[in-house]
T-cell receptor, first 114, second 109 residues
Framework: SAVISQKPSRDICQRGTSLTIQCQVD?????MFWYRQQPGQSLTLIAT?????????ESGFVIDKFPISRPNLTFSTLTVSNMSPEDSSIYLC???????????FGPGTRLTVL | GQNIDQPTEMTATEGAIVQINCTYQ??????LFWYQQHAGEAPTFLSY??LDGLEEKGRFSSFLSRSKGYSYLLLKELQMKDSASYLC??????????WGAGTKLIIKP
């Protein structure tokens, strides 16, 4: 199984600023995803992070607001730009490795925007 | 379209059995997952079914009927630590997961 770490684990930010969340996997993985989870709700997929190319965004999410990088097979970043209180949420990184269907999750980043 | 339905909340007694149902509509269906999520933590993998039938793993079992678009998670010998949200998710042909809203399971002594 893959072990995923995220940094920071939590942050409190001011409106209008940006935060970059890092996701590191301990082994090479085929696919990486970024999710958002509001308290008491299920997961919402933001985008699929593609290695060496632009991320694939879900409806309602755009690159200018959530730029994503994935320079190699073990690392990705998600930036939450020009934050507003509505961006307060838990952001989760996940990965699928090889031909396994199981999706592993990082511990999440709890973001509060004031 | 893509849709996942599961009950919002269920209550069961310690030591008993509970079944959490999930129905789905997914184009290019590529399997059904169950995850457990304790409050404040990330989801953890429980099971994956892609063929019809029952998969048993210790106290937890998962069932799938592809023709009915139906799955359930069966938890036996319930323990207090099983109190959590249980998320049903179907995988589409692009390997993306479509998530249900989760079932909050409350275990009472």
């Amino acid at each position: 199984s893959a072990v995923i770490s995220q940094k920071p684990s939590r942050d409190i930010c001011q409106r209008g600023t940006s935060l970059t969340i890092q996701c590191q996997v301990d082994s090479q993985v085929t696919m990486m995803f970024w999710y958002r989870q509001q308290p008491g709700q299920s997961l919402t997929l933001i985008a699929t992070a593609n290695q060496g190319s632009e991320a694939t965004y879900e409806s309602g999410f755009v690159i200018d607001k959530f730029p994503i990088s994935r320079p190699n097979l073990t690392f990705s970043t998600l930036t939450v730009s020009n934050m507003s209180p509505e961006d307060s949420s838990i952001y989760l990184c996940s990965a699928v490795s090889g031909d396994r269907q199981e999706q592993f999750f990082g511990p999440g980043t709890r973001l509060t925007v004031l | 379209g893509q849709n996942i339905d599961q009950p919002t909340e269920m209550t069961a007694t310690e030591g008993a059995i509970v079944q959490i149902n999930c129905t789905y509509q997914t184009s290019g269906f590529n399997g059904l997952f169950w995850y457990q999520q304790h409050a404040g933590e990330a989801p953890t993998f429980l099971s994956y079914n892609v063929l019809d039938g029952l998969e048993e793993k210790g106290r937890f079992s998962s069932f799938l009927s592809r023709s009915k678009g139906y799955s359930y998670l069966l938890l036996k010998e319930l323990q207090m630590k099983d109190s959590a949200s249980y998320l049903c998710a179907s995988m589409d042909s692009n390997y993306q997961l479509i998530w249900g809203a989760g079932t909050k399971l409350i275990i009472k002594p």
